[in-house]
């Protein structure tokens, strides 16, 4: 049995599309402002979720750029997780407390890609996503946070938060074999082509780096290890970041696609019911990917 929700709340704009029958996750996907073309990468995010079955995504769309965002203030509590894919202006002080207590007090969140860049002086948020870039960030944002030797190693020489070259395809490895997002994947897998950031900075606080990649200097990389999947304890809440998503081409790898479905499910329940790796999963040096649009 399926059935469309559609409406409008305190003046946002609130779609809800088919809603599979044995979907048991409520999460909410935040777009509006970004950068990036999130009237493609929403939709493409929301099939991602849908598609394994698990999730009901209802599609929170800010006021535009420059408008007010007064009336900007979500029912956060109504839903498991909340996907965010917002990169713009800062939202309503009221609207930023409800948030931070929805995440303290157990509430899920995942960040897609440009999503760690808004709200450089918002400690909160910075605390959520880990690591985050441009927006003035810099070494009081904290360490560049970088895997050698087996290990993760915090550098706070000074600099800017954020950087990338053009996209290309790029080896992930995963640096978490018992963390539930990333426990059972092959060790490596190539990514689909895709923007790749470098250089974040953040308060890395309560973090576990869950992938990596060596990022090449002959492509604006860094020539050092940098984390692509991240994990953020936040209170009692849990926080899945993905640096990876620049537009949907890059989503379109099976890769991504099922650390997001697994990421937003971890970070909705604390558990990952989704064991078995896809037959089509990505190999050490083969990019396989699925239609998004
Ligand atoms: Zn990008």
Known sequence: MQKMLIGVLGGLILTGGIIPAEAVIRAMMIDGQNNHDWKKTTPAMKKILES???FQVDVLTSPPEGASMESFSPQFSDYQVVVTN???ESWPEKTRQAFADYIRNGGGLVVVHAADNPFPEWAEYNEMIGLGGWGGRDEKSGPYVRWRDGKVVFDNSPGPGGSHG???EIQVEIRSATHPVTAGLPSKWLHATDEIYNRLRGPAKNMT???????????GGTGEHEPMLLAVDYGKGRVFHTVLGHEVKGMECVGFIFTLQRGAEWAATGKVTLKEVPEDFPGEDLVRTR???
């Open 52 to 54: 394994c079955g698990l």
């Open 86 to 88: 917002y990169n713009g």
């Open 166 to 168: 053009p996209q290309h």
């Open 209 to 219: 780096v869950l992938a990596t990649a060596l990022t090449p200097p002959d492509k």
């Open 291 to 293: 239609p998004l649009e």
